[in-house]
């Protein structure tokens, strides 16, 4: 069917939600968006005169999308070289949707995004549109087209899953600034000691290469641990810049509602390590270099006012 400037205007009301749902569902900004794209085909092939709400309809559209990108990816992970992060977002992007509450910054954080990878996709589905966006248990079963009852059960088996996943610290520009200046300190200091006071006894550290890049194959765990791997990570040395490009600026951030450090070579984003922070002290170090997931975040990067970089201290 033709669509005319109405509809267009409906659908792109919409896309920022429906971004921003598929981004928490599929923890990947590209496929969001080939999700949203999708959606809007089947917006224009629909008979629209008999779609009595077209945000029902179209959330609807969108997670069944959704669902069958999570069956694939899933089966893609299997095969994944290393360790799997999701794409990293800097704030002011739309795909991070609504931040009023608490649930909805928990839902977009890489250390969430990377825990509901857990859930079965339904569960996934249930909780993402419970916690972030408010949806009632019987709206989400229309969408789901399950009974109410089913919703309620599956939301009680995610949260019991997701159970462990402790409070962050909220932060803006300048306290992630700060808080990645201590860090930064610290993982150069030499001494391990001061390192390990900012981080929880469990912390771990992970890092996405995608087989582009060195990364270890499993997660570093325990506060120890993972202080003297970070100290060996960012001890500089023309061997690690030459694998990045060249030497980085570093910058501050806020990035997935965490403090983040911002690795900056000629121009370009080679690298963004987001800190997880609770009010026990950083509770995770998720290191995302992967060329293919940092394609957005470098477009939005360019195109905003990045702040002054760090003190070069390397």
């Not at 981004?23 to 900004?29: I, M, T, V, W």
């Not at 980085?248 to 922070?277: I, S």
């Amino acid at each position: 069917m033709l669509i005319g400037a109405r509809e267009v205007e409906v659908f792109e009301g919409a896309r920022g939600r429906l971004e921003a749902i598929a981004y928490r569902l599929l923890g990947s900004a590209n496929d969001a968006e080939d999700a949203v794209q999708d959606t809007f085909l089947r917006w224009q092939s629909a008979d629209r005169e008999l779609i009595e709400t077209p945000e029902a309809w179209l959330t609807k559209v969108l997670t069944n999308i959704c669902l069958n990108r999570l069956t694939s990816a899933r089966a893609r992970r299997e095969t994944y070289v290393g360790q799997w992060l999701p794409e990293p977002v800097f704030a002011g992007d739309r795909m991070l949707g609504p931040s009023d509450t608490v649930e909805q910054r928990e839902s977009v954080s890489i250390a969430m995004l990377a825990l509901m990878e857990r859930l079965s996709a339904k569960e996934r589905v249930v909780y993402v549109l419970r916690e972030a966006f408010g949806y009632s248990h019987g709206e989400i079963a229309e969408v789901l087209d399950l009974t109410e009852s089913n919703c309620q059960q599956i939301y009680r088996r995610a949260k019991q899953h997701l159970a462990a996943e402790r409070r962050r610290v909220p932060v803006d520009a300048a306290a992630a600034r700060k808080i990645v200046e201590e860090f930064l300190a610290a993982a150069l200091s030499g001494k391990t000691d001061s390192l390990v006071r900012m981080l929880t006894d469990d912390a771990i550290s992970v890092g996405d290469g995608g087989g582009v890049l060195f990364s270890l194959p499993h997660p570093i765990t325990g506060a120890t641990r993972v202080a003297r791997f970070l100290q060996g990570l960012f001890k500089p040395s023309a061997a690690k810049w030459s694998l990045i490009g060249g030497r980085p600026v570093l910058f501050a951030a806020v990035v997935n509602e965490m403090p983040a450090l911002v690795l900056e070579v000629e121009g370009r984003v080679a690298g963004v390590v987001t800190l997880d922070v609770t009010a026990d002290g950083i509770a995770a170090v998720h290191a995302q270099v992967n060329p293919a997931k940092l394609e957005r975040a470098e477009f939005h990067w360019t195109a905003s006012d990045q702040g002054e970089p760090l003190p070069d201290t390397w």
